[in-house]
């Protein structure tokens, strides 16, 4: 889909199909809908007052105009109840819209963006071209049949009425299409199958990133991660025959900004390792790498966004397979931190290669740590399907990632991590075990990790329940969802300007 923006007048813009939005009546008729009704003769009003349209959460509604109007079709699209307005209901309006328009065949559409609700163009189209990608995303690059039946948008016309308000929009467009690119990256390797998207892909990715956006790059293999006394990686990899990668991605090296690293858990497939899973629903573990996915997302958009910060990206990737040189229960494994983990749960896997990779972090010196993992089936239990768990050591920093999540609409709910939880995983052969009891299994992994992070103001996000997507919403499609992508963007961006 191409976005353009013109400087035109809606009244008056021959199109195929003009979008329009509206708020429940009885209200007055604002904005751009106040001066169409106008120019109009009371179109617009009188489909409301008829009651053909009423303006609820997700409503959509389309009216030809008959060759009255130069718009050719009229959507008008629900907001809800005007006092429950937000930019998340905003952008899921726009997602609904633009699936309106895709199923209904239609290739083109115009929208006029004018502030609403004390929100700003800029800010509006920013939020409404994110909603809009974000809804119509469709991962389609493995079919080969019907392909003829697979709608798209060709293109949205945003419209401004004067030089300013067009300047505006353009800018929000620019912000909302970065953003949107993001996670339409993170969503295709999830979606993408196990056998292409390994460790070595991964890399490759990262190292095309990289190229792509002048940043740093280095790829550690098996023997230089053992070497180093990554000994809890080493012990997850050696299980697959498939060649493990940590991947260190850096942006801004060397040029005086704060530093944030930023940790995402890539396991191409884990498949439990000798405490193998059960084999329903064992495909979507292709999804097990999703916090490196939002690493590589959130480190390109940063890139273009221009933030004025030096981050750090750290993926341990590797594939979690039974085989004669997997990690076994009751093994014991020594971090690179030099701490020992008994070996409970081979399935535990994804808290050990991120100890070693927290461990690495520390080498940075950064202001702030924040890994990303598909950690716990636990914190979906706690939160459900569309929430984030959220843990970590500094309340100032809890708070920043808060502050992100009412912005971006990727929710987060903040978990308890008491000391007391520590006892679960004391070990009588180790430093602690890799799992306790079945109590608290979403906090006992992260109390595992912060063991691995010293004093440094550190946030640990478990993506399990939004990172791979049954039940579609709005902004989410089934599948991958790119799950802490806006979330991280938002929060680097409040940090770069505060």
């Known amino acids: 889909m191409d976005i353009r923006v013109e400087k035109a007048m809606a009244e008056t813009y021959p199109c195929e199909l003009l979008l329009l939005f509206s708020f429940e009546p009885p209200l007055p008729l604002e904005g751009v809908l106040a001066s169409l009704d106008q120019e109009w003769k009371g ?57 309106f328009i895709r199923d209904s065949g239609l290739k083109r559409f115009a929208f006029h963006i004018t502030k609403l609700e004390n929100y700003s163009e800029e800010v509006l189209a920013e939020a409404f071209i994110i909603g809009l990608r974000l809804g119509t995303y ?94 809890a990686f080493v012990g997850v990899a050696r299980g697959s025959q498939e ?17 944030i690293a930023l940790v995402g858990k890539g396991i191409t ?40 910060l030096h981050l750090v990206g750290l993926i341990p990737a590797t594939e979690n397979l039974p085989s004669g040189r997997a990690l076994k229960p009751g093994d014991v494994l020594k971090t690179l931190s030099g701490q020992t983990v008994e070996v409970i749960s081979t399935d535990a896997e994804g808290r050990l290669i991120l100890s070693d990779a927290l461990t690495y972090s520390l080498r940075y010196q950064p202001r702030a740590i924040i890994d990303l993992a598909t950690l716990t089936g636990a914190i979906v239990i706690a939160l459900g399907d569309y929430v984030i768990g959220l843990f970590g050591n500094d309340e100032t920093l809890l708070q920043r990632v808060e502050k992100a999540s009412q912005q971006s609409g990727e929710k987060v709910w903040r978990m308890p991590l008491w000391e007391e939880y520590f ?76």
């Open 43 to 99: 179109w617009i009003s009188g489909i409301l007052k008829e009651g053909d349209f009423k303006g609820e959460r997700f409503e959509c509604k389309l009216f030809h105009t008959q060759g009255l109007f130069p718009a050719r079709r009229i959507l008008l699209t629900g907001l809800g109840k005007k006092e429950e307005f937000s930019l998340e209901r905003w952008r899921e309006a726009s997602s609904k819209a633009g699936q």
């Open 269 to 308: 497939f884990d498949s439990g390792g000798i405490s193998l899973k059960p084999s329903e629903g064992m495909e979507k573990m292709k999804g097990d790498m999703s916090g490196a996915a939002a690493v590589l997302g959130t480190l390109q958009a940063a890139s273009e966004l221009q933030l004025p």
């Open 138 to 231: 469709q991962f389609k690059e493995l079919k080969t049949q019907e392909l003829e039946k697979i709608k798209e948008i060709e293109e949205g016309i945003l419209l401004g009425r004067n030089d300013e308000e067009v300047l505006a929009i353009q800018k929000g467009c620019h912000l909302g299409e970065i953003i949107s690119k993001a996670v339409y990256m993170a969503r295709d390797l999830v979606n993408r199958p196990s056998s292409q998207v390994t460790p070595t892909f991964l890399a490759e990715k990262a190292r095309e990133i990289a190229q792509t956006y002048g940043m740093e790059i280095e790829v550690l293999d098996m023997s230089q991660a053992e070497a180093l006394g990554m000994g």
């Open 423 to 498: 006892d679960y995983i004391k070990s009588d052969v180790a430093d602690f075990k890799n799992v306790g009891t079945r109590a608290a299994g979403a906090i006992i992994g992260a109390i595992f990790l912060s063991k691995f992070v010293g004093k440094t103001p550190w946030v640990h996000l478990d993506i399990a329940g939004p990172a791979f997507i049954e039940k579609e919403k709005p902004l989410l499609p089934k599948g991958g969802s790119g799950a802490g992508v806006r979330l991280l963007i938002q929060m680097l961006r409040n940090w770069s300007y505060s």
């Open 243 to 259: 060649p493990c990668k940590f991947i260190i991605l850096e942006y801004n090296k060397g040029k005086g900004f704060e530093t």
